[in-house]
Each structure stands twice: as C-alpha cells, then as structure tokens.
C-alpha cells in the first residue's frame, strides 16, 4: 500500500491527518500563475507546452503543504484534439472555433490518440512526475461525455447549455453518438495518463446537475460508469483510483457510488457527514468547503474547515477539498490559513 496519505484516503486506509488539495490550485489566484501564463502568450500555449505547464504544475506544491498534485491543462483538451479549435482569452472563458451543431458535424468525428494527438499532455505528465520526485501524488483528469458535449455543442460556456439539452431531447440517438465518441475518448486518454505516470484520476462532471434526474441517468451517468468499467480492461488504469465530481448531482450519489469508482467529489450543497452516511461505506469522499468561505477571515475560514472535518468524522476515507475551483478573486493568505486548519483540525481528529 502506498504511504501518500492522499492515496491512503482514497482506497478508505487510515492516515495520519485528513489529506488535502484543491480544486483549481494553480490558476488565477496566484501572481506566479498569471506571470507564467503571461511569458506564454496564452492560455493554450501554456497547456501545450509541457515545461510550462510543468512549472504551473508545482507552483501551489512549492507554496502550501497540499497533498497531490493535478496535471495543468483543461477538459477542453479532448474536443481540440477532434478539430474544434480552443482558445481561452483573457477574463472570458473558453470557446470552440467548430461547434457541433449537427448530424453530420458529430457523424465525422473519431477519437483521438492521445499519444499522437494529445501527445503534449502525455509528456507533461511524465515531466512533472520527474520534478515531483515522489513528494506527492499526481492526479490526471478528464471531463465527462456530458459536460465535454456540453461545450462542444454550444462552443463556450452557458449557464444552462439549452442547445446541449436540446439535442438530447430532440434527438437521443444524435447525442448518444456523440457522448459514445467522446467516452470513447475520454477513456483512452485517462489509461494513457495512467500509463504516463498520473497516480490517480479524476472525472469532472461539472454541468451533470443540470440534468432532470431520467436524463442525468441516461446522457451521464451511464457513461459515467462506462468509462469506470471500461478502465478497468487498461493495464496502469486499473489499478488507479479514480475520483467521480458531478457537480449539483447529490440526488444521484448512490448510483455514482455503483459505477465502481473509488470516490466521489462533492460540491458544497451536501453535508459530508450525509454524504458519508449515505455512501461512505462503499467509496472515499473528496471535497466539500465553500468556496465562498476563502472570501471570509482567517479565524471563519479555520472555524468552518473545522467544523467541515468534524461532520466527517474519523472514519476513513476524507480528502478534503472545496466543493468547487478556487476562484481568481481569492487571496492566497487564505489558501494558506484553509490549508494549515486542515493540516491541524485533520490531526487532532484523526490522532496524527
Ligand atoms: O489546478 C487545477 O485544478 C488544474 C487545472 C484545470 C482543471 C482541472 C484547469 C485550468 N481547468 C480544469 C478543468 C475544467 N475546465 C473544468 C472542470 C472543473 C470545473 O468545473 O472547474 C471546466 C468546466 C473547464 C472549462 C474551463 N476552462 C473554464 C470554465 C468555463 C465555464 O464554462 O465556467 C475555464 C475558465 C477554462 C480555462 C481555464 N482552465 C484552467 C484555468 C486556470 C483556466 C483559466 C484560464 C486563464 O488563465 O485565463
């Protein structure tokens, strides 16, 4: 068994203190973040040149004792691989030159290999596992079928993707073409981040919670769980944890427990200590602090990851995280102050 309490947290063994990470941890935040991604040029450029994306990598590891580290790059890496064309400009969000807009668009898509295609991924991930050298874990990801749809549908983001749900309604069998494509892909290019070296995998479902719960079951979960399934024929995949976050989703925690994952993300709509009643028993739990609460002062920050760990408990199986990405407004003293309660409340819980 491996002694990285991050790992130890996910396959549910005992841990000295309550691992931590966070979502989003490098980004915007950060001043070296923004000084990195300027000497880029762009977004893209930094994701696509695996030294830069090396650097931005072990950032937040060289400023606060967090316990993994997360591949940078983005979800949208897949549909530019297919043709879509990303960019990410400054202060807005990510677009895709090519949506998919019909029949044909999504008939003429095939999926990537991600040794040729998203080859600058794959040697990211074996660039930071050498600068790691062991000092923590590295998480690889990949959005889900769903939320990548979402996006390639509509071509940037929305706060309802009515054109994504609309094809699902209108045309089930054009939108299961395409999520079968891209769960296609999703799954080969997770095992190739395994096979480069990431120690553990993480699925972001970020739009599913839009999903009316008969259409979160057929146009996510199910590929959710085919993609869980599907891992577990590669050979470094299968023995790597994989992490499920479907965000808004905790009507349906039960079924994401059943795909076979190792654990589940949570926002911050649910009580961990619920989540963990309802579910704990069967798969690690990550997440689930505000992210609102970075906004507060230091002594509600502590008082609140503080509380946060008590509802948990100390059974196994806890990564604490926020329940979304840190955002770029956030001071990173607070990071800091979250990330040192953590560290002390986690101990004192679990007896560290
Ligand atoms: O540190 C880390 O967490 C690793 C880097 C990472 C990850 C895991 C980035 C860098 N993006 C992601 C995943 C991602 N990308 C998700 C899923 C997680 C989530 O819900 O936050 C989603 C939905 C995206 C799409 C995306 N890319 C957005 C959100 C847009 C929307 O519709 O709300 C944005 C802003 C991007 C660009 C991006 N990706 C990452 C960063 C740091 C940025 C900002 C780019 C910049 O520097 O301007």
């Given at each position: 068994m491996s002694d990285h309490r991050f790992l130890r947290a996910l396959a549910r063994q005992p841990v000295d203190r309550t691992p931590v990470w966070i979502m989003r941890?490098?980004?915007?935040?950060l001043p070296e973040y923004r000084a990195t991604r300027a000497r880029a040029g762009s977004f893209v450029n930094l994701c696509k040149t695996p030294e830069l994306a090396c650097e931005v990598t072990l950032q937040p590891i060289a400023r606060y004792p967090l316990d993994a580290a997360i591949l940078f790059?983005?979800?949208l890496t897949i549909p530019d691989a297919m043709g879509l064309g990303l960019s990410v400009e400054e202060g807005a969000g990510p677009r895709l030159a090519k949506p998919m807009r019909t029949h044909a668009d999504i008939a003429a898509l095939t999926a990537p290999d991600p040794e040729m295609d998203l080859r600058y991924v794959m040697d990211a991930v074996r660039l930071i596992r050498r600068e790691l050298h062991d000092k923590v874990p590295l998480i690889g990801f990949a959005g889900s079928p769903w939320t990548l749809a979402c996006y390639m549908i509509e071509g940037q983001g929305s706060a309802s993707f009515a054109r994504a749900k609309a094809l699902a309604l209108d045309d089930p069998a054009t939108m299961h073409k395409l999520l079968d494509v891209v769960a296609r892909s999703v799954t080969a290019y997770l095992a190739a981040q395994a096979a480069a070296g990431a120690q553990a995998l993480m699925v972001f479902?970020?739009?599913?919670?839009?999903?009316a719960p008969d259409m979160f079951g057929e146009f996510s979960l199910h590929y959710l769980a085919r993609i869980a399934q599907s891992l577990q024929s590669h050979n470094a995949a299968k023995s790597t944890p994989l992490i499920l976050f479907s965000k808004g989703?905790?009507?349906h925690l039960e079924a994401l427990a059943d795909t076979g994952c190792a654990a589940l993300g949570l926002d911050w709509t649910i009580a961990l200590g619920e989540a963990r009643a309802r579910v704990g028993g069967r798969v690690a739990l990550q997440g689930n602090l505000d992210?609102?609460?970075?906004?507060?002062t230091p002594a509600v920050i502590a008082a609140e990851v503080e509380a946060a760990l008590a509802d948990f408990g100390a059974h196994p199986g806890h990564v604490f995280n926020l329940g979304h990405g840190v955002t770029p407004d956030v001071d990173p003293e607070r990071v800091k102050v979250m990330v040192d309660a953590v560290h002390a409340a986690g101990r004192r819980i679990r007896g560290g």
């Open positions: 941890q490098a980004g915007r935040y790059s983005d979800i479902d970020t739009w599913g919670g839009l999903l989703a905790n009507a992210p609102a609460v970075l906004q507060a």
